[in-house]
């Protein structure tokens, strides 16, 4: 994924977490608790590209290891986020736990904090999350979620808007060390500091097969070629002709995609290098699905003369040697 996305959708994200009222409001009758750890990439400042469709449940290729960690994240999910039950976060959270939400305080300590202002704790705490991933796996020691949520588009109300949300973990000796997601910082935050945290391709260690190597290769050239270089041309040979974008600011075919790309700024063709313009921070692959994810430096929101590092991701769906689903 490239800036480009974040450029289309940066003046709605900017609106939808300008005020602590609009999040409270979008936490109560969307998803629960989910957008305090987690942000939308939503367009509702201007209208969806016709023809969206909901994602259907999807759930990475797993070892038994694997997929021990994805539920232990998932029971983490629903009973300390959702249900706020934060006597139990010392059974999934290092005390040294690194948050790189940018409105969150890193540390257990910070973040028990951080939820218990939010209200009492849900009793008795549900057996099923009120809002589960629509797609997820676990690769290594990462787990990896992706959130759907349906709202109405404002422009249209007979029709509904797909947007997305992603959360990344990091387990380490039987906790969660470590978390990012898609989260810009709220005006209303506290000063952030930055994390000193190792960079999380640091932790990726496990070998890709030969498949999910080749898998990396084409989302790569999507990715670098297509999108951080505009050659458009390869979507051809890339993408499915049915491939599904799930960005609901981006058009659903190939040709609209191709005119999409080019209408942006700085991404005329140019001669592909080696290098990325943008290099992701971390990426890897777990069966069909290619995980990548960027860090980019905003401005702060209460003080413009200071920045802050946030993150953002693209999942793609790989089959057949073609890309055949975009999450970003």
Do not use: C
């Not at 989302?219 to 051809?236: L, M, N, P, S």
Request: proline share 8%; aromatic share 12%.
């Amino acid at each position: 994924m490239d800036d480009m996305f974040e450029n289309t959708l940066g003046a709605h994200n900017r609106h939808k977490m300008s005020s602590h009222f609009e999040w409270t409001e979008a936490l109560r009758t969307a998803i629960a608790l989910q957008l305090i750890f987690i942000a939308f990439f939503s367009t509702f400042g201007q209208s969806a590209q016709p023809g969206h469709l909901p994602t259907r449940k999807q759930v990475a290729p797993m070892t038994s290891g694997e997929e021990k960690n994805l539920a232990f994240v998932l029971d983490w999910w629903r009973e300390v986020i959702e249900a706020r039950h934060t006597e139990l976060a010392a059974n999934y959270a290092a005390e040294d736990f690194i948050q790189h939400n940018p409105n969150v305080p890193t540390g257990r300590a910070a973040l028990v904090t951080f939820f218990k202002s939010l209200g009492p704790a849900i009793e008795p705490i549900p057996d099923r999350l009120a809002n589960p991933p629509v797609v997820e796996g676990a690769k290594g020691n990462f787990v990896w979620l992706v959130f759907e949520h349906k709202f109405k588009d404002p422009k249209d109300t007979s029709h509904s808007v797909y947007e997305y949300s992603f959360d990344l973990f990091r387990i380490q000796n039987g906790k969660i060390q470590e978390h990012w997601d898609s989260a810009r910082k709220d005006p209303g935050s506290a000063a952030f500091t930055p994390s000193t945290a190792p960079p999380p391709s640091t932790w990726n260690t496990v070998k890709p097969s030969t498949a999910e190597q080749q898998n990396l290769v084409i989302a790569t050239r999507f990715e670098k070629d297509v999108v951080e270089y505009g050659h458009v041309e390869d979507i051809e040979e890339l993408l499915s002709s049915s491939f599904i974008e799930h960005n609901p600011a981006v058009p659903v075919d190939r040709e609209g995609l191709k005119q999409f790309i080019h209408s942006l700024p700085d991404h005329q063709p140019q001669d592909i290098k080696p290098e990325w313009k943008h290099a992701p921070v971390l990426e890897f692959t777990n069966g069909p699905f290619v995980v990548m994810m960027w860090e980019k430096r905003d401005k702060d929101p209460p003080d413009p003369t200071r920045e802050y590092t946030r993150n953002y991701f693209a999942i793609l769906r790989i089959e057949d040697r073609r890309i055949q689903e975009v999450w970003n």
